[in-house]
């Protein structure tokens, strides 16, 4: 039996030409309590994503998915949910792509002392104007590298930690990893590192 599907837009479905976003974009789930994508509001939320969407044109032979995120933005990321870290969303500021911090922390830790939620962590990294430049991140950090659980934590395009497993549980192992990810780094790059450092020691254990 064929899930059922929200049902997009004519307008919109003759500008894309991509079959594997058109089914994406029509998922029940991306539009959860969201104005349906046959109304007003809807073709508008379609609006707000559409420098999203112009990329994803090119990605027909990649495997992606969507997430519904907060500002009824879309947010691109790996089709494989083991693989985390990263996600692209649209700044919609500069009408730009974006580079996010995005997974669920819950997926990395098996701390029965942590209280974690069943929510996303989503934090913005750095805006990228040139495509080209997101494509070249896409293809290299949204695919894993092994089978198991996995994480490719933005600190800008270039530095990256690779992190895998219960990281969250081993957080000295998991400090080193993002150091030295950020040795030599800019002042920002370094400032997100120990941000995230910080939400990871204390996450699910605040105020215990």
């Known amino acids: 039996m064929q899930e059922s599907r929200e049902e997009l837009p004519v307008s919109w479905k003759n500008k894309i030409k991509s079959e594997k976003l058109k089914n994406l974009a029509a998922d029940p789930g991306m ?12 073709r508008n ?42 996600g692209i969303s649209v700044d919609l500021l500069r009408n730009a792509l974006e580079v996010d911090l995005y997974f669920f922390p819950c997926d990395y830790s098996e701390d029965r002392r942590r209280e974690i939620p069943l929510m996303y962590i989503r ?9 080209r430049l997101i494509d070249n991140f896409v293809r290299k950090y ?21 992190l895998h497993g219960n990281f969250i549980d081993e957080y000295k192992k998991t400090e080193k990893i993002c150091r030295d990810a950020v040795k030599g ?8 590192c120990d941000n995230f450092l910080e939400f990871i020691r204390t996450t699910g254990i605040e105020g215990k």
């Open 31 to 42: 539009w959860l309590g969201r104005p349906v994508p046959s109304s007003r509001e809807g």
């Open 45 to 86: 939320i379609l609006k707000l994503n559409d420098p999203l969407f112009q990329y994803c044109e090119t990605l027909d032979d990649y495997d992606y998915a969507f997430e519904p995120v907060m500002g009824n933005l879309f947010e691109l990321v790996p089709g494989n949910v083991h693989r985390q870290g990263a």
């Open 123 to 131: 934090v913005p990294v750095v805006t990228v104007l040139d495509v």
């Open 142 to 162: 949204f695919t894993g590298h092994d089978n198991g659980r996995s994480a490719a934590i933005p600190f800008s395009l270039d530095c990256v930690a690779e």
């Open 185 to 192: 780094g800019t002042v920002q790059e370094k400032k997100n």
